[in-house]
């Protein structure tokens, strides 16, 4: 079957750096995403990746390495804004999004 | 970037009543178009595909005849929850990919709560 991990909750202190790990197991691989969604709200896109490495916006970097069918989301210079569910996503052989559970961020001043 | 919207972001009504959820692309045309419903502190599943001009996809264990998806213009697509019932009360998010978009990202609604009474 198809399957991404990713943990449920973490926790990060204001002004610090956080790192979100995602694992998958897919038919096939084509992109991963990882998108934030606050409570109560719909989800919005942060980044994509296809090939190795690391792309890197602003405050917010994702890095993938499909030999090991993984991904981290790194924030840095955590703000209090930054509190938020975020979901990683992977696209299988057939273009299907299979969707991680979310890692809860909690962040504390 | 592209935007979808939909409408209403809120809605209560009683059991056995029908609802219908409103889903558009505001800047491009979408041709197919997802339904995500979300339970709290879950993860979104994906309710169903719609396709312009023709039947949507349901996801297994989705009751197509419950969850009536009309996908009329390439800008809209509807989602009536018919006969609704208190299980159904849930956070039902529309989204679509934008044609010009190579990475295939999806934009989403805002999303429409549910409550059945």
């Known amino acids: 079957g198809q399957n991404i991990d990713q943990p449920t909750e973490m926790t990060a202190t204001e002004g610090a750096i956080v790192q979100i790990n995602c694992t998958y197991q897919?038919?096939?691989?084509?992109?991963l995403f990882w998108y934030q969604q606050h409570a109560g709200e719909a989800p919005t896109f942060l980044s994509y990746?296809?090939l190795d490495g690391l792309e890197e916006k602003g405050r917010f970097s994702s890095f993938l390495s499909r030999s090991k069918g993984y991904s981290y989301l790194l924030l840095k210079e955590l703000q209090m804004k930054d509190s938020a569910s975020y979901l990683c996503?992977?696209?299988?052989?057939?273009?299907?999004?299979?969707w991680g559970a979310g890692t809860k961020l909690i962040i504390k001043p | 970037g592209a935007v979808v919207s939909q409408h209403p972001s809120w809605v209560i009504c009683k059991s056995g009543t029908s609802v219908k959820i409103e889903c558009r692309s505001l800047?491009?045309?979408?041709?197919?178009m997802f339904w995500y419903r979300q339970f709290p502190k879950q993860s979104l599943m994906l309710m169903a595909t719609?396709?312009?001009?023709?039947?949507?996809?349901?996801e297994q264990g989705v009751e197509k005849d419950k969850f009536l998806i009309n996908h009329a213009s390439l800008t809209l697509s509807t989602l009536t929850v018919t006969s609704a019932h208190p299980e159904d009360s849930s956070f039902y998010i529309c989204?679509?990919?934008?044609?010009?978009?190579?990475?295939?990202?999806?934009?989403f609604g805002e999303g429409s709560r549910l409550t059945v009474l």
């Open positions: 996503a992977v696209r299988d052989s057939n273009y299907q999004l299979i």
């Open positions: 990746n296809v």
């Open positions: 897919t038919s096939g691989f084509n992109g």
């Open positions: 989204s679509a990919g934008h044609p010009g978009q190579g990475s295939g990202e999806l934009f």
């Open positions: 719609s396709n312009e001009g023709s039947k949507a996809t349901y």
């Open positions: 800047d491009f045309q979408a041709t197919t």
